[in-house]
Antibody, heavy 122, light 107 residues
Framework: EVQLVQSGAEVKKPGESLRISCKGSGYTFTSYWINWVRQMPGKGLEWMGRIDPSDSYTNYSPSFRGRVTISVDKSISTAYLQWRSLEASDTAMYYC???????????????WGQGTLVTVSS | DIQMTQSPSSLSASVGDRVTITCRASQGISNSLAWYQQKPGKVPKLLIYAASTLPSGVPSRFSGSGSGTDFTLTISSLQPEDVATYYCQKYDTAPWTFGQGTKVEIK
């Protein structure tokens, strides 16, 4: 079974750093991009960026570029989303999602991880 | 960048009703459109891809149509378990933008 398992909920203070993880299993991890998606409380889905685990190449949404860093450790089939300095506005649920491919072309997201709730509060 | 606009933002319908949600792209995206269903407190789930194809296990009361800029998601007979927020997403090129969502409730 293809699965993405994310790290647990985090409570942090403004200014602190954080790295959350997403571990893939049941498939060849380096063959599919991993995306990160933000969902703020009561709001919709926002694509943040993606990484190609085979070469660590990344794309970021302009809204998130410079605010977060996406990385990967392919030796342990794990992707990461990292902040250097959290703000209260980073409070949200964060999902990772595998980027399905058709004839080597990236298409829809499936499956999704279970989500990691990040709460930033003083 | 291409924008994705859904309408309505929310709707309330009775069990058994036919429900239609619209998604419009600001530029043509061929049939590179997916729909996701997110039930309250749950993870988004792929519902439709390539504008009209249902993944295995998705009930046949769901259907999708459209190409280019205008797309629809239809629930032919609304069931209580269909209470959710539905999102469209373009996947022709980056950025892989979502619509703002349509919340479906039971009247």
């Amino acid at each position: 079974e293809v699965q993405l398992v994310q790290s647990g909920a985090e409570v942090k203070k403004p200014g602190e750093s954080l790295r959350i993880s997403c571990k893939g299993s049941g498939y060849t991890f380096t063959s599919y991009w991993i995306n990160w998606v933000r969902q703020m409380p009561g709001k919709g889905l926002e694509w943040m960026g993606r990484i190609d685990p085979s070469d660590s190449y990344t794309n970021y949404s302009p809204s998130f570029r410079g605010r977060v860093t996406i990385s990967v450790d392919k030796s342990i089939s794990t992707a990461y989303l990292q902040w250097r300095s959290l703000e209260a506005s980073d409070t949200a649920m964060y999902y990772c999602a595998r980027h399905e491919t058709i004839a080597a072309r990236p298409v829809w997201f499936d499956p999704w991880g279970q989500g990691t709730l990040v709460t930033v509060s003083s | 960048d291409i924008q994705m606009t859904q309408s309505p933002s929310s709707l309330s319908a009775s069990v058994g009703d036919r429900v239609t949600i619209t998604c419009r792209a600001s530029q043509g995206i061929s049939n590179s459109l997916a729909w996701y269903q997110q039930k309250p407190g749950k993870v988004p789930k792929l519902l439709i891809y390539a504008a009209s194809t249902l993944p295995s296990g998705v009930p046949s009361r769901f259907s999708g149509s459209g190409s280019g800029t205008d797309f629809t998601l239809t629930i032919s007979s609304l069931q209580p378990e269909d209470v959710a927020t539905y999102y469209c997403q373009k996947y022709d090129t980056a950025p892989w933008t979502f619509g703002q969502g349509t919340k479906v409730e039971i009247k």
